[in-house]
Nanobody, 125 residues
Framework: QMRLAESGGGLVQPGGSLTLSCVVSGFTLEDFSIGWYRKAPGKEREGVSCIGKTPSVYRDSVKGRFTISRDAAKSTVYLRMDNLQPEGKGEYYC????????????????????WGQGTLVTVSS
C-alpha cells in the first residue's frame, strides 16, 4: 500500500525558512512523481512544486524561494521554503503519481495515486 507522511510544519515569522519532509513507503520513490500541495484558508488547494523523472517544477509564486529535493536512500522528499510570507501559510500535503510533474502540479490532489495527511505551516509575527 502506498503511504506518504508529511512533517516539519510549524510557526515561522515572515521572511523565515522551514523545511518540510515527506516520507514515502510502499513504492519506489524514483519511479514516481512527488508533488507538494498547499491548502490556504479560504482558497482552493494548489500544486506548489513537484519532483520526478522530469525536471522539477514550481508554481510561479514560489520560484526562487522554494526548493524541492529527494533522498532515495531515506525514501524522503523535502520542500525547503525560504523567505516565507503570510500567503504561504496553510496545510501542506505531499502526493504521488506515475504521471509527469507537469500533470501532477496541475491535477487536483484527490485524482492522484496517493497522498498524505498534511502538515500545517503558519506564517505570523
Amino acid at each position: 500500500q502506498m503511504r506518504l507522511a508529511e512533517s516539519g510544519g510549524g510557526l515561522v515569522q515572515p521572511g523565515g525558512s522551514l523545511t518540510l519532509s515527506c516520507v514515502v513507503s510502499g513504492f519506489t520513490l524514483e519511479d514516481f512523481s512527488i508533488g507538494w500541495y498547499r491548502k490556504a484558508p479560504g482558497k482552493e488547494r494548489e500544486g506548489v512544486s513537484c519532483i520526478g523523472k522530469t525536471p522539477s517544477v514550481y508554481r510561479d509564486s514560489v520560484k526562487g524561494r522554494f526548493t524541492i529535493s529527494r533522498d532515495a536512500a531515506k525514501s524522503t522528499v523535502y520542500l525547503r521554503m525560504d523567505n516565507l510570507q503570510p500567503e504561504g501559510k496553510g496545510e501542506y500535503y505531499c502526493a504521488t503519481d506515475l504521471g509527469t510533474c507537469a500533470k501532477v502540479i496541475t491535477t487536483p490532489m484527490e485524482e492522484l495515486d496517493a497522498w498524505g495527511q498534511g502538515t500545517l505551516v503558519t506564517v505570523s509575527s
